[in-house]
T-cell receptor, first 114, second 115 residues
């Protein structure tokens, strides 16, 4: 069975703090894809990143960075120098070649206070 | 601008009534999806379609129906058989590429409330 666990239900930080959102996944497939989406208060899911299982390189995009570790089945997301506009619910998701489905975690609500 | 539109933004349903949620995309994507989101939970797949005139049930299809008569459109009907329809409904689309899972892009959502 495939599963995504986001153990942090809610995180609160003050602006300019760094924050890491955890994502742990389970799959028996060797080829799979991991995603992060941001859901601001407006409700629309905004795509942030897609990573396949054969690419363990960490990625940095501005203040965002992602750490993919197959040894611990984790795909964590770090926001550096957080801003109020980063306040949203963040979802980690998993899919594989053996399923047509995107499996979502339950999300982590991030609140950044000024 | 290319994107996914959903209408209406808010929808109210009376008991025993069927309602239809609209989803249109101009991204030329082959695949379209419907998800349901309940408070504090992740998204659950209702139905999906990878080609016109064909669709498959997701994890929670009971009480819902869809059609895919055009590539651009994938309307979702919430029937009276769905006893707990209050939720946020999100439509998504993606290209279909053999041998890999492509990124799904989402619309702004429709919030359905029962009167």
């Amino acid at each position: 069975a495939q599963k995504v666990t986001q153990a942090q239900t809610e995180i609160s930080v003050v602006e300019k703090e760094d924050v890491t959102l955890d994502c742990v996944y389970e799959t028996r497939d060797t080829t799979y894809y991991l995603f992060w989406y941001k859901q601001p208060p407006s409700g629309e899911l905004v795509f942030l990143i897609r990573r396949n299982s054969f690419d363990e390189q960490n990625e940095i995009s501005g203040r965002y960075s992602w750490n993919f570790q197959k040894s611990t089945s984790s795909f964590n997301f770090t926001i550096t120098a957080s801003q109020v506009v980063d306040s949203a619910v963040y979802f980690c998701a998993l899919s594989s070649l053996n399923t047509d489905k995107l499996i979502f975690g339950t999300g982590t609500r991030l609140q950044v206070f000024p | 601008d290319g994107g996914i539109t959903q209408s209406p933004k808010y929808l109210f349903r009376k008991e025993g009534q069927n309602v239809t949620l609209s989803c249109e995309q101009n991204l030329n994507h082959d695949a379209m999806y419907w998800y349901r989101q309940d408070p504090g939970q992740g998204l659950r797949l209702i139905y999906y379609s990878q080609i016109v005139n064909d669709f498959q049930k997701g994890d929670i299809a009971e009480g819902y129906s869809v059609s895919r008569e055009k590539k651009e459109s994938f309307p979702l009907t919430v029937t009276s058989a769905q006893k707990n329809p209050t939720a946020f409904y999100l439509c998504a689309s993606s290209i279909v590429a053999r041998g890999q899972q492509e990124t799904q892009y989402f619309g702004p959502g429709t919030r359905l409330l029962v009167l």
